[in-house]
């Protein structure tokens, strides 16, 4: 009878146990590149931005442990090979979507803006740079992104004779304005987050390029974690959840 109870006892505690530490909690990884606020940056050591709150929702509505793996971006893609892995701060592209499955968009009218310094370009009417400006330049892109893929195809067309430069990280490739490249190419927010508080940098809008909307990234028929994100995220977007991480997080990265 004591045998038995303490047996009773024990499978309690052990149920209990595992249920308290988490330690059948399955792992959600989540691949990114923190070179990208507010979306991704990283402060004290540490990985923060609007993606990573998404994914932290993701991970604890699904009870999974959330790991974030700050990779090349262009490894993204072919690091969602596994059920449990998502790609952070990408832009939704038909290319893309023939190698991962793409979420409904969280962000939309992204567009592409020039990095320059201050007075190196003139802005139209609308205040925005036309491509024409662009053309014959050293045009410093993140590898792999939007911008690369776009003026790599463009280089005989929009972007006649543009050199494209392509790095790593954004926030270095700044640094390089007017030396290996003459501009940088990034999408609106992050530019426009990258010049703040930097004295002589400009970001303005090129004119006349689509718009593009950012959504996360799945393992191709991945649908059980697709579906699950997709009611989540419109969740976080009715609720008007990730215009706030959005703020938030654009005052805590401004010193970048
Ligand atoms: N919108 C661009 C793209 O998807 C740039 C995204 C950069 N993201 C990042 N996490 N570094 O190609």
Not at 80 to 94: C, P, R
Not at 209 to 220: C, M, Q, R
Request: hydrophobic share 40%; net charge negative.
């Amino acid at each position: 009878m004591r045998k038995t109870l303490s047996a009773l006892l024990a499978i309690v505690f052990l149920i209990g146990g595992v249920f308290l530490c988490g330690c059948n909690q399955k792992t959600l990884y989540a691949y990114t590149e923190s070179g990208f606020p507010p979306f991704e940056y990283i402060q004290d050591s540490k990985i923060h931005g609007v993606d990573i709150e998404i994914a932290k929702t993701v991970a604890s509505e699904m009870n999974m442990r959330l790991v974030v793996k700050d990779i090349e971006f262009s490894s993204i893609a072919k690091g969602i090979k596994q059920d449990n892995a998502i790609g952070l701060g990408m832009s939704i592209s038909e290319e893309r979507a023939k190698k991962v499955d793409f979420s409904i968009p969280y962000v939309k009218d992204v567009f592409q803006y020039v990095i320059f310094e201050e007075g190196a370009l003139e802005t139209d009417q609308d205040d925005m740079v036309p491509i024409e400006e662009l053309r014959g330049k050293k045009l410093g892109v993140q590898k792999g992104s939007s911008a690369d893929t776009l003026i790599t195809k463009e280089k005989d067309g929009l972007f006649q004779d543009a050199k494209v430069r392509r790095y790593e990280n954004i926030l270095t490739a700044t640094q390089d304005i007017g030396h290996s490249n003459d501009y940088i190419v990034i999408d609106s927010l992050s530019a426009l987050q990258i010049t703040d508080n930097k004295v002589g940098l400009e970001a303005k809008r090129i004119k006349g390029l689509p718009s593009e909307s950012y959504g996360i990234a799945v393992k191709k028929g991945n649908t059980k974690l697709l579906t699950n994100i997709n009611n989540i995220v419109s969740r976080l977007i009715e609720e008007e959840q990730i215009q706030k991480w959005i703020e938030i997080h654009s005052t805590t990265s401004q010193d970048l």
